[in-house]
């Protein structure tokens, strides 16, 4: 069973960084012939797509573009994502997600995901 552990969350003031890694483990397929992505939940609100990678190719929510990126690295078993230029809306629960054979933006094509982290910024 896979497992993915997020890690990188905190409260960070609103122009600030903060760098999420995700760790996976217990995996029996070939990491990087998958996309692995990061989804968040703010409150009230429902989970939503941030970014994902699959080999050289990236995409990005709209709201996020040129302030996040994504990164993976397969001999660690880990994704990232830099968060730069941080606001008050990006506050919410970020989730790891790993499985699906293709760029995907729906939470549907990811069959394995971590626990979340807290990222809250501050006015």
């Known amino acids: 069973q896979v497992q993915l552990v997020e890690s990188g969350g905190g409260l960070v003031q609103a122009g600030g960084s903060l760098r999420l890694s995700c760790t996976a483990s217990?995996?029996?397929?070939?990491?990087?012939?998958?996309?692995m992505g990061w989804f968040r939940q703010a409150p009230g609100k429902e989970r939503e797509f941030v970014a994902c990678?699959?080999?050289?190719?990236?995409t990005y929510t709209d709201s996020v573009t040129g302030r996040f990126t994504i990164s993976r690295d397969n001999a660690k078993n880990a994704v990232y994502l830099q968060m730069n230029d941080l606001k008050p809306e990006d506050t919410a629960v970020y989730y790891c997600?790993?499985?699906?054979?293709?760029?995907?933006?729906?939470?549907?094509?990811?069959?394995?995901w971590g626990q979340g982290t807290q990222v809250t910024v501050s006015p």
């Open positions: 997600a790993e499985g699906s054979p293709s760029i995907s933006t729906n939470d549907r094509a990811y069959p394995f």
């Open positions: 217990g995996r029996t397929f070939s990491a990087s012939a998958y996309a």
């Open positions: 990678i699959l080999w050289n190719r990236s």
